[in-house]
């Protein structure tokens, strides 16, 4: 699959753009805080149907300034030309389009055009709350899922109504029986497919944590989950007296954590920036090899400002993997040159190369915006 070509309107700090890109390597070279994150943004908000950066204000997204923001992409997708829009005006609902038809549901989209973001924001995955890492996983498996997904949705939505439940005080046991009974029916799917998927995932991860940093360090990845020990009949049971004075649900799949390890250890405690960093990366590298073999269509993969906090060797590292003939249409932002040349010069395929200063995206011939 491939991104040849996108049109921006009033997303972020972007007044304006249409690029055509490389179906190979697409380099954005640019000072920090002049758009080229926002660029590689607007790419996975056609995918995903929100911002990476902003996961819950939609309006974030949108120009100071102005009322609405529009996006059009123009894709290959199985030797075939698909094309998608997004437009979203302030105070309204999003409307995403399939070839002009607009999306019954945004969850019909995802999982269509798969997409990898490699991001700084990424240390939330290490030093974050359980959330981050309950949405990583998430990402991975709906793209894949589209069951997964459903339920999700249907499971979250039964947890909201059981907390409105807890919060008007209401005590009918028959009530919270019926609500209960959807939250175990989807809980189950739900533990059940991020148990498989851990299993799946965790030598794939293990394999691009030791390409990037060597044989000397071992990592690993543990699943918490209340449903390791006991049913959700069982948990939602024992805790309804606790849960009515909390006035939440306090057990079930959306309490549930992905513990990272290195050497045994968890890693927001023992890991240095750089083990952090190249933990992070590992995990998105695995994400995309995870994807791309469950899926018809191979991901774009987005590299934002990757080889900051990293030493020469692990820089060296990154470089071989992402220049292998495994991956498709890369992307990569950085504010240095010289890892973007040796990239290219690597890589070996086709390339474009472009300059990002104060949201104008320009075209690069001879080494000079043109």
Known sequence: ????????????NIAEARLEFSPKLNC???NNGQGKTNVLDAIYYLSMCRSYAQASDNSAVIRHGESYMMLQGGYTRQDSPLDISIALQRGKRKVVRRGGKEYQRLSQHI??????MVSPMDWDLVQGSGEERRRFMDQIISQNDSEYLEALIRYNKAVEQRNAMIKREM??????????????????LIHQRRSQWVEQFLPIFMHYYNAVAGER??????YKSHLNEGTMPEHLSATRERDMILGYTTRGTHRDD??????????RRTGSQGQCKTYTIALRLAQFDFIRDNNPAVPILLLDDIFDK????RVERIVDVVSSDRFGQIFITDTNRTHLDE??????????????EDGIITPMRGGEPS
């Open 1 to 12: 699959m491939t991104l040849n070509t996108v049109t921006i309107v009033n997303y972020k």
């Open 28 to 30: 954005l070279i640019g």
């Open 111 to 116: 999982g269509l055009l798969p997409v990898v």
């Open 171 to 188: 005590r009918d046991p028959l009530l919270y029986e019926t609500v209960e009974q959807a939250i175990d029916q989807h809980a189950s």
């Open 217 to 222: 360090e071992t990592v690993s990845l543990h």
């Open 258 to 267: 992905l513990e990272l390890l290195l050497d045994g250890y968890p890693m």
């Open 310 to 313: 990293l030493d020469a060797s």
């Open 343 to 356: 990239i290219v010069a690597r890589h070996g395929g086709g390339h474009c190369l472009m300059h990002v």
